[in-house]
């Protein structure tokens, strides 16, 4: 990539994302930070507990960045959704993982494949069950975990058993080869590279196949490359193996699908209809109360 891309990307991704600590819900025990599960720096997960948890639900989180930059502790990323879904007995962690241009896209997706089978195997000690695990990504998070999604066995290489399902929050990158055969920014020359058979790997529309968890693919609908045409793609290609994907479009921006998810509204009442589907341990705790 050329200076000047590489000042320009820095500039965008600078001017869209807010690093910060994430707030921990009131009367909440601390979060465990830095939590490794793998040998690599970026290895490592924050934890997110009710107080007195036991077999409670989980939600991973895979923060987005462009591929390049990010952090799981940012507060546009977890605030909201830690102070929704904790009290409300849930366990979110939130997980770090390798950033280009160290780490290419395909180690990031086996990344998030090993820490799902790490969280899985100890949810149990911070109060969870490994056995109802909600799988969560924003952007290149949610790219990540919609590429898991259709092809899950990638996830079962890395130790991960089936999950109840994935919400990908706003992925302009669920057809990988239509985005690279018109004109894209350049993040996506970083990601994805010139080789055509790369673009069909890291496609979740082209890796989709017959078996594999439910998924909700939100998509701004106010964004100028319109991301909700590839989720419907997504969704009818998913259809015809018989699988279950929902879209669910929003007037918001591409920020705004993830930082306002988990404030009180219609947007996290139309994905907690879709959580609640999953598994009843899901639907008692995210019932309205009296």
């Not at 934890?47 to 930059?69: D, L």
Request: proline fraction near 8%; include cysteine; charged fraction near 20%.
């Amino acid at each position: 990539m050329s200076a000047i891309r590489s000042r320009w990307l820095a500039g965008w991704l600078a001017a869209t994302w807010f690093i910060a600590a994430g707030a921990v819900a009131a009367n909440t025990p601390a979060p465990l930070r830095d939590v490794h599960y793998g040998a690599g720096a970026a290895q490592t997960l924050d934890v997110y507990r009710p107080a007195a948890a036991h077999g409670a639900p989980v939600i991973v989180f895979v923060h987005g960045g462009g591929w390049r930059i990010g952090d799981k502790a940012m507060a546009r990323m977890v605030d909201s959704k830690v102070q929704r879904w904790v009290p409300r007995g849930f366990v979110f962690v939130s997980i770090d993982y390798g950033l280009l241009p160290q780490t290419p896209v395909t180690q990031q997706a086996n990344d998030v494949a090993h820490a799902l089978a790490f969280v899985q195997q100890h949810a149990g000690e911070w109060g969870g069950d490994g056995g109802k695990v909600l799988l969560m990504g924003h952007s290149a998070g949610a790219h990540l975990v919609a590429l898991l999604d259709a092809a899950p066995e990638r996830a079962r290489d890395a130790g991960a058993r089936p999950w109840l399902g994935t919400i990908a929050l706003d992925s302009a990158a669920l057809d990988v080869p239509a985005i690279m055969r018109r004109r894209h920014l350049p993040l996506y020359d970083a990601a994805f590279g010139r080789d055509p058979a790369q673009w069909t790997m890291l496609s979740p529309l082209a890796q989709l196949h017959a078996a594999g968890p439910p998924l909700l693919a939100v998509c701004s609908s106010v964004r100028p490359d319109d991301p909700c045409a590839d989720a419907r793609r997504f969704a009818a290609r998913a259809a015809a193996f018989e699988r279950r994907v929902e879209v669910l479009p929003q007037a918001l921006s591409h920020l705004q699908i993830n930082a306002t998810l988990g404030a009180p509204g219609a947007y996290t009442d139309a994905v907690e209809a879709f959580m609640r589907s999953l598994d009843p341990s899901v639907r008692r705790r995210l019932e309205p109360t009296p």
